[in-house]
């Protein structure tokens, strides 16, 4: 579990970053964060990391208040891909790179290798095993970071701005992942500008605005609330635009092009 209790954040700058973010989300829940740039996003899920400390307020992650537990504890129970993976990329060499924190994490070698091979599996990377993280594309760098985390199995993943530099096909896949780990009662955390990517999804969305938690909830209930979205700069879902479109429309929004489409394929029947 992770909860804000008014939580504000001022940086060294005078800047304030987060103002007074009131905030539970609950082991195995599925949340969105989204809201315009410099809305929070980032600064609120570095604060689960504990990257950053509360300036007041206080974070706790599992029962721990991040004031007083060290990164390096938080981050077995906590996996971050960041917007940036350059930012998190060192090693000389993909496997290199994955296998890191699970030697650090104290996993066998064998689980190590296993860990590993799964991991370059799952996301298309097994060819650049031995070369440099430096050689691959933005969008094959996020899915290293993502693979890395993944590997030692933490019990919540956050992943921001996931989505940017993958094509359709590796978003699919990326939403199939999130899918696996809400299966398998991961708490998962993604923050995004990417709307209909995470529409499928179905998660719990958080609406954030100068800082603050504008809007809460789930996200056929939110994704229809156009004033919300509107002062947050956060873009209707297309589906949705659609289903309010309709004269006749069924009781919830359509959750994919499918859900539309059979829809759409039944009324022409009748």
Not at 28 to 40: F, K
Not at 64 to 87: C, E, I, Y
Not at 121 to 126: A, E, K, M, R, V
Not at 252 to 258: E, K
């Amino acid at each position: 579990m992770i909860e804000f209790q008014g939580v504000t954040f001022v940086h060294q700058n005078g800047v304030k970053a987060l103002d007074g973010v009131t905030l539970k989300v609950e082991a195995g829940e599925t949340v969105a964060l989204v809201g315009e740039n410099g809305a929070g996003k980032t600064t609120l899920v570095k604060h689960v990391t504990g990257l950053l400390k509360p300036t007041t307020g206080k974070v706790i992650v599992d029962g721990h208040d991040t004031k007083q537990t060290s990164t390096a504890s938080l981050s077995r129970k906590v996996g971050v891909a960041f917007q940036n993976p350059d930012h998190q990329l060192f090693s000389e060499s993909v496997e290199e790179e994955m296998s890191f924190a699970l030697r650090n994490f104290g996993f066998s070698p064998e689980l190590v290798r296993k860990r590993v091979d799964w991991g370059l599996g799952l996301f298309g990377l097994d060819e650049y095993r031995k070369s440099s993280p430096l050689v691959l594309s933005g969008g094959e760098k996020k899915r290293l970071t993502l693979a890395c985390i993944l590997a030692w199995d933490p019990d919540v993943v956050i992943l921001d701005e996931p989505t940017v530099g993958q094509d359709s096909i590796q978003k699919e896949k990326l939403a199939g992942t999130i899918k696996m780990l809400r299966s398998a009662g991961k708490t998962v955390v993604v923050v995004s500008h990417d709307i209909e990517f995470l529409w499928p999804i179905q998660p719990r969305v958080v609406v954030m605005k100068s800082g603050r938690v504008v809007g809460d909830g789930p996200a056929a209930l939110v994704m229809q609330d156009e004033t919300l979205l509107a002062s947050a700069r956060v873009a209707q879902p297309q589906l949705v635009e659609l289903y309010r479109g309709l004269s006749e429309r069924p009781p919830g929004p359509f959750v994919d092009a499918l859900d539309a489409r059979r829809w759409f394929e039944e009324r022409m029947k009748r």
